[in-house]
């Protein structure tokens, strides 16, 4: 096949064309593959750097405490803080001359637990002791409950054969005897609520009977309270026996009943109000059957760190 001169020109600039076009084509496909290689190359270190940043993050932060490098005494400091905090917390927040302040002082000073942060002005920490008179105090409104607890209704009105307590601890009362019920041992209440007019009765009566005129035994602790000065009168306390005695003396021996009492009676805010071993604090001589609501959280601490209610009041400032 014969082509003219300028066929063969023109095929031979085609020929050209196409080979600068692939030409061009191949370039540009190399520059395209090309540039996100470089991505990638860069990428790569770039992760590369990131992965070990990363993992040094991970490290780093897990054991903060062990890795001083950056924040070694940050760590370190808020760790043990936070840990020492339900004692030393409460010093920012806690006004130090309040009642809680002076409990958490004064319970760090004896090496005793924290305290609960409780309102010791309420009505259920009233002190009623030898050195502390109600006066004539008469309580809002009295609950008469039945004295073995067969019945567990609270009747509010006057009830001659029922024992009457203070309405607020009524409740907590009853679940408390008819816990020690439900374990098979009786129980029998008496001596709750004592008017004063009562009390100073009382209070002569023990006193002929022992021959006495202070109401109080050989070793000077109470056997019988001054009128104004038994918890009695402020009705916050019952009596606990597992039968009824005619008078209650140091000779009744601990009763299974209460035994039970002493083990769970802060289960429902009772603690035993005058036990053995604290009479000179109490004044009062030893009364295994006397027990005195003061709420669940006081009633914890003071059985569990064996404080009767002048020693847990003193600690927040209540002397
Ligand atoms: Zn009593």
């Known amino acids: 096949m014969r082509y003219s001169r300028g066929t063969r020109v023109i095929l031979a600039f085609l020929v050209f064309m196409i080979f600068a076009a692939y030409s061009y084509l191949q370039i540009a496909g190399y520059e395209e593959l090309r540039a996100p290689a470089q991505a990638a190359d860069t990428a790569a270190p770039a992760e590369a750097a990131e992965a070990p940043a990363q993992e040094e993050i991970p490290v780093a932060s897990d054991p903060q405490a062990e890795t001083p490098a950056v924040q070694p005494e940050q760590g370190v400091i808020t760790a043990p803080a936070q840990e020492a905090q339900p004692t030393e917390e409460p010093v920012p927040t806690v006004d130090p001359n309040s009642p809680y302040g002076k409990a958490l002082a004064n319970a760090a000073a004896k090496g005793l637990p924290q305290p609960p942060d409780v309102d010791v002005t309420s009505w259920e920490f009233t002190l009623v002791n030898g050195d502390h ?47 020690c019920k439900d374990a098979g041992l009786p129980i029998f209440l008496s001596s709750g609520y004592r008017s004063y007019g009562d009390q100073a009765a009382n209070f002569t009566r023990v006193c002929q009977n022992n021959g006495i005129t202070d109401g109080k035994d050989g070793a000077g ?86 404080l009767v209610l002048e020693e847990f009041l003193s600690l927040y400032g209540v002397e």
């Open 133 to 179: 008179s109600i006066g004539q105090y008469e309580p809002e409104q009295l609950a008469y409950l039945h004295q073995t607890l067969d019945e567990t209704d609270i009747q509010t009105s006057y009830n001659g054969n029922r024992c009457p307590v203070d309405l607020r601890i009524a409740e907590a009362l009853i679940a408390m005897g008819r816990g």
């Open 221 to 306: 602790h109470y056997i019988t309270m001054p009128a104004g000065c038994s918890e009695h009168q402020l009705a916050l306390c019952c009596d606990i026996t597992d039968r009824y005695y005619e008078i209650k003396s140091a000779d009744i021996v601990k009763s299974d009943t209460v035994e039970w009492l002493l083990a769970h009676c802060a289960e429902y805010g009772f603690v035993q109000r005058f036990p053995a071993g604290k009479e000179d604090v109490t004044g009062v001589m030893n009364e295994t059957w006397h027990f005195r609501y003061v709420g669940l959280e006081a009633a914890r601490y003071m059985t569990d760190n064996n």
